[in-house]
């Protein structure tokens, strides 16, 4: 089993910035790829950026140039840096983790993006 704990959302003005940070605990060894989707009102939820055990990233094309995911494997933390932030980027921010044989969830921080 792995929990996961996200903080660091809230309110930003457009062009703001914004650090989530997401702590694994549990059965961290068995960690493959951790990362983030977010679910704005309405829509489905939607893959945003995951790094991999060897630091290998992906962004989706909305997030390219802005924003930044960065892993410390000796914390079991993963960061995603948010720059240029857009009203579109407004929505819950979940942190996921992927072992072998499951995906686990965060609980999802709260971004809002104020134009």
């Known amino acids: 089993q792995v929990q996961l704990v996200e903080s660091g959302g809230g309110l930003v003005q457009a062009g703001g910035s914004l650090r989530l940070s997401c702590a694994a605990s549990g059965t961290i060894f068995s960690i493959n790829a951790m990362g983030w989707h977010r679910q704005a009102p309405g829509k489905q939820r939607e893959l945003v950026s995951f790094?991999?055990?060897?630091?290998?990233?992906n962004y989706a094309n909305s997030v390219k140039g802005r924003f930044t995911i960065s892993r410390d494997n000796a914390k079991n933390t993963v960061y995603l840096q948010m720059n240029s932030l857009k009203p579109e980027d407004t929505g819950v921010y979940y942190c996921?983790?992927?072992?072998?044989?499951?995906?686990?969830w965060g609980q999802g921080t709260q971004v809002t993006v104020s134009s």
């Open positions: 996921y983790c992927n072992t072998d044989s499951h995906k686990y």
């Open positions: 790094i991999t055990s060897g630091g290998s990233t």
